[in-house]
T-cell receptor, first 115, second 112 residues
Framework: DAGVIQSPRHEVTEMGQEVTLRCKPISGHDYLFWYRQTMMRGLELLIYFNNNVPIDDSGMPEDRFSAKMPNASFSTLKIQPSEPRDSAVYFC?????????????FGPGTRLTVL | KQEVTQIPAALSVPEGENLVLNCSFTDSAIYNLQWFRQDPGKGLTSLLLIQSSQREQTSGRLNASLDKSSGRSTLYIAASQPGDSATYLCAVRPTATNKLIFGTGTLLAVQP
């Protein structure tokens, strides 16, 4: 398996623009997680899905952030409008809980810079 | 609220030394604990996962232990190598949730 795939790897945009981050989880995994990593706050969970359904979005910072999982092999995290304080590395992770240990596997991340 | 702490924040050792990284958590009601390594500019690589019913897990030169009642886990690295240089993160999964709560990490440098 190719592991968790994220795109783009790097994104530079201007304040006010819409940003869409994409994730393809490991095939067969039933959970998908979106995290954000910054120097100040470390790794923070934003939202996670079980079988494509959002379970907990309490980590989403505000209404400018939204996430979708239209099918088992694709998820997006959208920021509209983007702000400089959104600059961070965004990670997607997936895990198998049904019949598995729930070990999380991370993608390579998207480094977002908002100017 | 579950809090995860890692000490030390940074560690530098000469090649060949055995070393221990520490992780402590405030609430013992956990389902499992996972250790990761993160190389600069890269994602997280899962190293070991310990279920709450287990005391330790081993993978090659790595051994992770868990003492749930005292809220502690250690990651032991034997015969360290320069390639082990990275940030090591521990994360706990509280019971009744599938979230991971991460520590702030230990930055390890192994000097050749």
């Amino acid at each position: 398996d190719a592991g968790v795939i994220q795109s783009p790897r790097h994104e530079v945009t201007e304040m006010g623009q819409e940003v869409t981050l994409r994730c393809k989880p490991i095939s067969g995994h039933d959970y998908l997680f979106w995290y954000r990593q910054t120097m100040m706050r470390g790794l923070e969970l934003l939202i996670y899905f079980n079988n494509n359904v959002p379970i907990d979005d309490s980590g989403m910072p505000e209404d400018r952030f939204s996430a979708k999982m239209p099918n088992a092999s694709f998820s997006t995290l959208k920021i509209q409008p983007s702000e400089p304080r959104d600059s961070a590395v965004y990670f997607c992770a997936s895990s198998l809980h049904r019949g598995g240990a729930g070990e999380q596997f991370f993608g390579p991340g998207t480094r977002l810079t908002v100017l | 609220k579950q809090e995860v702490t890692q000490i030390p924040a940074a560690l530098s050792v000469p090649e060949g030394e055995n070393l221990v990284l520490n992780c402590s958590f405030t609430d013992s009601a956990i389902y499992n604990l996972q250790w990761f390594r993160q190389d600069p500019g890269k994602g997280l690589t899962s190293l070991l996962l310990i279920q709450s019913s287990q005391r330790e897990q081993t993978s090659g030169r790595l051994n992770a232990s868990l003492d749930k009642s005292s809220g502690r886990s250690t990651l032991y690295i034997a015969a360290s190598q320069p390639g082990d240089s990275a940030t090591y993160l521990c994360a706990v999964r509280p019971t009744a949730t599938n979230k991971l709560i991460f520590g702030t990490g230990t930055l390890l440098a192994v000097q050749p």
